[in-house]
């Protein structure tokens, strides 16, 4: 047969992927690929963009989109026989993209490229790939240029191996409550539970760190005893402090080699250190300045106002004196339900998930002048749904919707591609972009729909966010069309500016209805919610903030050889408001920066924040217009409009990397960003 990761006629074929198949497809693509560097690096090979597209851009895409295959299946259906192909065709595939990045022959070949013969979009790639060119080594010679390709090898494996770590961890943690335990946990908890420990023909109730198992737990359960046992574990996962059983999942040893490696290769491009590295492509133009960006934004005053409020109910309401670290989320919901009369649970039945993604189509379709349907591909899961976007009857892009949670799969939610937007040069063909999206919701219970919390209905509005961006660019350049190519602290403004309309009354009705009685959310009870908006969003915002200055202080002024829980201690003294118990170990999960692109950039959350928190204030803006305007109270009623929406799909979705970040946004708001919106909308002004 055929092996499927060759076929590139189409969509991948996810159903007949198996793990034989990767070592000899990668085999046979690197080869290709090679065969192919060696062709547009030969002198007599003319220097121009499409001639050195159709050879070498062709071959390396279909490597990409194979590998793309095999790492996406790693990452939401991970079997030791897929862990154990993808692993031994890892150090392979990253020795060749290292050495093309650093081939001082092709960087000879892209400078010698008449800048003046390219295009807008192809003179933007171009410019990218210099400055990619010297960050990936090519300006390094003799045994610095060796030493650069190994570093890149053995980040990509102890990366690989960090993930893998943290997903096993958290896999293999389980705590059998008994009923007793379970008081004020939600019924479709309980469901599940009891479910899962029956399936393994255990007694009691099955609690594992999966946050659709996790995190009622920690807001709900009325057993402090029961919400320590869980945050312990947790806090501890893929560390020194894990049970001894857990031992072989410690990260302490991974995550000092990767920063080292880290530093190394910075000094080797002739930078101070990693934080230096990372900003080049970004809007920040030094680590000062995010450092400076995120002690602005740390308002201490509000958390602690936060915390205090906690503090007092706590002891007043619910004869608790001294709260832990895992009581305050419990004490948080308490306090929620007391303060507005209501609870995450109850809002919850009013969210199914069948409703929600309607609710999201429908505001999609009415904001991007688009038509969103169901269509088909081979899928890895049953539960996997696919879906295409057409815009004036013509398919502009395509993209699978992966929701549940379950074992095997990395945590979180994230959106990746599949292949991007680009006008084929060796077929002179459009190819329209496909995407991944990624959630890890709790299942229905029952034979009844799922049921999402408003964090996870905000979450699938976030991974759409980014979908779009990649979706309905307009761009044929495939090095910067949709995401590619954008400075990444500015790839969060359309994920979290898709955030936003999780509050808008208009968007929200459409897309709620009682899993029992099939009504919609009242709205007194949205009204309740929208008055909870801010609760708490001080102590949000600094959980935040502590993140990301720990994640650049510790690529800038932190010795590798030093133990990161000294740094992270001196970070938390400076803006966290709630202690930590000594044993807790979160940066030894935290995947976001030592196996998934954001090292030295998990800042961007909060810089794009500040980008999309400007971009919406855009809609705002409409809507009190229209509303004082002649043409009545019913155009305002809503933030939805579609002219305003038309100006940001073409001034910020369909530019896509085309052009600076800064200059997108200039196009659609008219001003430099201010963080005045930001603060405005967390009540922080």
């Given amino acids: 047969m055929t092996n499927p990761l060759l076929d590139f006629s189409d969509l991948p074929l996810f159903d007949r992927i198996l793990p034989e198949h990767v070592s000899p497809a990668v085999d046979v693509l690197l080869v290709k690929a090679d065969a192919a560097l060696e062709q547009v690096t030969a002198p007599d090979f003319p220097a121009r963009w499409n001639d050195i597209a159709v050879v070498l851009d062709v071959a390396t895409e ?41 081939d001082e022959r092709l960087y000879a070949k892209y400078k010698a490229i008449d800048v003046g013969s390219l295009n807008t979009e192809q003179r933007q790639a171009h410019k990218n790939a210099i400055r990619n060119f010297v960050l990936s080594g090519a300006e390094l010679t003799g045994a610095a240029k060796e030493r650069f390709a190994k570093i890149q090898e053995r980040q990509a494996e ?27 946990l939600p019924a479709d908890v309980i469901h599940t539970a009891r479910a899962q420990a029956e399936a393994e023909g255990k007694e009691g109730y099955k609690l594992t760190l999966k946050m659709p198992s996790y995190l009622p737990v920690m807001q709900f359960a009325d057993s402090s005893a029961l919400r320590e046992i869980l945050y312990k574990a947790y806090t501890t996962r893929a560390s020194d402090q894990a049970p001894a059983e857990f031992s072989q999942f410690d990260n302490s040893a991974i995550m000092r080699e990767i920063l080292a490696l880290r530093l190394e290769e910075a000094q080797l491009l002739g930078y101070h250190n990693f934080g230096e590295v990372s900003v080049v492509p970004k809007m920040a133009k030094s680590p000062e300045e995010v450092v400076t960006f995120l002690r602005d934004l740390a308002q201490r005053p509000y958390a602690e106002k936060d915390v205090a409020d906690l503090r007092t109910f706590a002891a007043e309401k619910l004869n608790q004196s001294d709260p832990q670290p895992w009581d305050y989320a419990y004490i948080g919901e308490k306090l929620k339900e007391a303060r507005y009369a209501f609870s995450e649970q109850e809002v919850k039945q009013y969210f199914t998930a069948p409703k929600v993604l309607a609710g999201l189509f429908k505001i999609v379709e009415t904001l991007f002048e688009v038509a969103i ?33 379950r074992t095997g799969k990395r945590g979180g939610a994230w959106m990746d591609d599949v292949r991007a937007r680009w006008l084929r040069p060796d077929t002179g063909k459009l190819q329209t972009p496909v995407a991944h999206l990624v959630c890890n919701f709790a299942d229905g219970v029952s034979g009844k729909p799922a049921l999402l919390t408003h964090d996870d209905v905000t979450t699938l509005f976030h991974e759409f966010g980014h979908g779009l961006h990649h979706m309905l660019t307009q761009v044929n350049e495939r090095d910067v069309s949709g995401i590619s190519g954008v400075e990444w602290d500015a790839v969060e403004l359309p994920s979290q500016f898709m955030e936003n309309f999780c509050w808008e009354w208009d968007v929200l009705k459409h897309m709620t209805a009682h899993v029992e009685t099939g009504e919609p959310l009242p709205r007194a009870l949205f009204d309740k919610m ?13 959980r935040q903030v502590e993140f990301s200055l720990f994640d650049m202080l510790l690529h800038t002024s932190h010795n590798p050889s030093d133990d990161l829980m000294g740094l992270l201690n001196e970070v938390r003294k400076e803006v966290a408001v709630i202690s930590t118990p000594a044993y807790s170990r979160t940066a030894h999960t935290f995947s976001h920066i030592f196996s998934g692109g954001y090292a030295a950039g998990y800042y961007s959350y909060k810089w794009a924040e500040v980008l999309s928190a400007d971009a919406y204030a855009a809609f705002e803006e409409t809507a009190a217009a229209a509303q004082t305007s002649s043409a009545g109270e019913d155009a305002g009623k809503t933030t939805v ?28 708001r008219g001003h430099e960003p201010s963080i005045d919106a930001l603060l405005r909308h967390q009540g922080m002004a």
């Fill in 530 to 542: 929208l008055a909870a908006k801010n609760f708490q969003s001080g102590m949000q915002t600094l």
């Fill in 641 to 668: 409009t579609v002219e305003t929406g038309r100006k940001y799909r073409q001034a910020i979705l369909e530019a896509g990397g085309s052009r600076p970040a800064m200059e997108s946004f200039k196009a659609f």
């Fill in 373 to 405: 349907a169901k269509d088909s591909a081979p899928v890895w899961k049953p539960g996997v749904e696919f879906y295409r976007i057409d815009r004036a009857g013509q398919l502009v892009g395509q993209f699978y919707l992966d929701q549940p949670a």
């Fill in 62 to 102: 279909n490597l990409s989109r194979a590998w793309g295959a095999v790492s996406h299946l790693n990452s939401v259906a991970d079997t030791p026989e897929l862990r154990a192909a993808y692993n031994a065709a890892l150090p392979k595939v990253t020795e060749f993209w290292t050495r093309l990045g650093a």
């Fill in 158 to 184: 102890l990366s690989q191996k960090f993930s893998e770590n943290t997903l096993d961890a958290t896999d293999a943690f389980a705590y059998y409550a008994q009923e007793n335990e379970l008081a004020g």
